[in-house]
């Protein structure tokens, strides 16, 4: 038995014990006010009663650690207005409860009947607010497990070293400036939200003539190199509902989309452990992006510039810097990891 458990029948001992004391104090102190009262009129002596009251409330209330319900056989009395147990206007409420919902998903507790039973909050409560978060982009619901996460506007909000996925960010970040230096391309980290990728973090080429989406962006997880590598991180059957899902959304922003081919090179990225595009997003311009392992999510480091610079023959030649690197992230995280445990 826990100290907790332990605690716990002393407590409600107390609170019962409490709830006497006030009831017979109530009581006593109704006599005294009828017995000793200057006023001769019933409703004078209710106000005097009344005062009492809430005055012994203050007094009780103090021996336990929340606020004691009850009533009496006179009235209901609503101490909300004196600022005992005061709730808050619905439009607070409802921040409030969204943001114990949202704690719980940083949690790593993602379904809604979890999520009610640990805010103490009902399931449809929490469906219609996870919901309204969802529409707003704080939420992300995984379209093939239905759990959810924290959404990518949440992220992106939040997106610097030293708050939201930091820890990824700090393993990665000096790989990706020898990266930088020795290719003298854009650099970047990216990582899979639901239905999207998104640029977790990016290091722009230092040349005038140079491509970059930027820290923050997002796109549906079907075109470029790092798409093919973070769908190569999940099962066959998963990637391929992933891609019917966006194929029936139309959430592509290619008219190009084929989901055959796209699942084709999704499969040569497992089996050769990178992958390349030319001109899928950008005309003009080209990436290679290898797997990062050992993280809570899918992670892909990437590598991109002008495709008249940055040719298959030059990506050949930085592939196995790039494969160092994601090793070294990879030993990074597990630092991290042992040190947490």
Do not use: W
Request: charged residues 20%.
């Amino acid at each position: 038995m826990t100290a907790s458990e332990r605690t716990l029948p002393l407590r409600e001992s107390k609170i019962a014990l409490t709830r006497i004391f006030f009831c017979v104090a109530v009581l006593l102190d109704y006599i005294y006010t009828i017995k000793t009262s200057r006023y001769t009129d019933f409703y004078s002596i209710k106000c005097v009663y009344y005062f009492h009251i809430v005055k012994k409330y203050y007094l009780f209330v103090k021996l336990v650690d929340k606020p004691i319900s009850f009533r009496y056989p006179i009235c209901e009395t609503n101490f909300s207005h004196i600022g005992i147990n005061m709730q808050g206007s619905k439009k607070v409420n409802s921040i409030s409860r969204a943001a114990s919902i949202m704690r719980c998903l940083g949690d790593g507790t993602n379904r809604i009947t979890q999520i009610a039973l640990k805010t103490k909050l009902s399931n449809s409560t929490v469906h219609r607010l996870i919901k309204t978060l969802q529409a707003e982009g704080f939420v992300e619901q995984d379209p093939l497990t239905l759990k959810y996460s924290l959404g990518p506007l949440l992220i992106a909000l939040t997106l610097n070293p030293l708050t939201t996925h930091a820890s990824i960010v700090s393993c990665a970040i000096e790989e990706m400036e020898t990266l930088r230096q020795i290719s003298g391309e854009t650099v970047g980290l990216v990582i899979r939200l639901g239905l999207q990728r998104l640029q977790l973090e990016e290091l722009p080429s230092e040349r005038v003539v140079k491509y970059s989406v930027g820290k923050g962006f997002a796109e549906p997880i079907c075109l470029a190199a790092s798409s093919k590598v973070l769908l190569s991180e999940i099962p066959f059957e998963n990637r391929e509902k992933l891609l019917n899902i966006i194929e029936n959304k139309e959430l592509s922003i290619t008219q190009d989309f084929r989901k055959v081919n796209l699942l084709k090179e999704v499969g040569l990225a497992e089996k050769n452990g990178y992958a390349v595009s030319f001109g899928e997003i950008v005309p003009g311009a080209s990436s290679i992006a290898v797997p990062v392992k050992g993280y809570v999510i899918p992670v892909a480091i990437c590598i991109f510039g002008p495709m008249e610079r940055f040719d298959l023959q030059t990506m050949m030649k930085i592939l196995p810097e790039l494969r160092r690197a994601s090793k070294n992230i990879t030993k990074n995280i597990e630092k991290n990891i042992s040190k947490q445990f």
